[in-house]
């Protein structure tokens, strides 16, 4: 019997919001190591970064290493191993996993320099909850938010008999849970002591998530929506049954929404 060979699928990706993907293995850039001087942030760093104040730069994921920091020489790329890690179930299948999913080079005007926000104070009684910066010091290589990236993933039919499109529709749905965590926890966040503009942004984060789950989709749709990269907090991590827990909460403030939010378009080769 003659094997087949490996399907071609053509994916493309729209990010919703800004999009954290830093290598473990790589601390950083250091001002004080001599990494990077206050002038190498002028091109990259976002209106609301206070360069002044930025000790460490965590880099976005890149080929090579770099003695400095330097964003106009620098390979970036999204790694397929961080797309195939959102869909669900597909490490837990037996034998080999059937799908294959290259990475993306991502143009280097699209990366650019944030801080994090974090919603801060959750679980504390004594002080009023509020949006502020999370590690105010550090900067964050992301990519912008409304960029969009084709790709390619090859799946083996004599390895699986789940199609790709079995594994982004769990994903999905699995995404689309999470969001609804987020949704309630805010409600709750909401009803609590927070000042005014803060209120405001977190309203705001509600009702953008609420929009893109309301958003119609086709039963044939062949766009998913997915989670990606790091900042997600455990609400957007995983699927709990129960309230209350605690999780931090992330979210990119320009576009007020979670951090890695991203639809994903399959499109099965003709070759």
Do not use: C, W
């Amino acid at each position: 019997m003659t094997r087949q060979s490996p399907r071609k699928y053509h994916y493309r990706m729209k990010t919703y919001s800004t999009l954290v993907l830093s290598p473990r293995d790589h601390q950083g850039f250091y001002k004080a190591a001599g990494d990077f001087a206050l002038e190498d942030l002028d091109k990259r760093a976002s209106k609301h970064v206070k360069k002044d104040r930025v000790n460490i730069i965590y880099p976005f994921y890149q080929y090579g290493t770099y003695p400095r920091y330097a964003p106009a020489e620098t390979q970036y790329y999204i790694p397929g191993s961080s797309i195939k890690g959102a869909l669900t179930r597909i490490g837990a299948e037996e034998g080999k996993p059937s799908l294959t999913i290259d990475d993306i080079r991502v143009k280097n005007e699209d990366i650019q320099l944030y801080h994090l926000q974090k919603v801060q104070n959750l679980s504390k009684e004594d002080a009023p909850i509020e949006i502020d910066e999370f590690f105010p010091n550090v900067a964050v290589e992301m990519l912008r938010a409304d960029s969009e990236y084709a790709g390619e993933l090859f799946y083996d039919a004599s390895r699986s008999e789940n199609k790709p499109e079995h594994y982004f529709r769990e994903a999905d749905q699995a995404t689309r849970t999470k969001l609804k965590q987020l949704i309630q926890k805010i409600k709750e966040i909401l009803e609590q002591e927070i000042k005014g503009e803060d209120r405001f942004n977190l309203n705001e984060l509600r009702n953008n998530v609420q929009a893109i789950l309301d958003e119609p989709k086709a039963d044939n749709s062949n766009s998913y929506l997915l989670i990606l990269g790091g900042y997600k907090g455990l609400m957007l991590s995983v699927i709990s049954g129960r309230d209350g827990y605690k999780s931090a909460i992330y979210l990119d403030k320009m576009n007020r929404l979670p951090h890695g939010l991203v639809q994903v378009t399959l499109e099965q080769s003709s070759e």
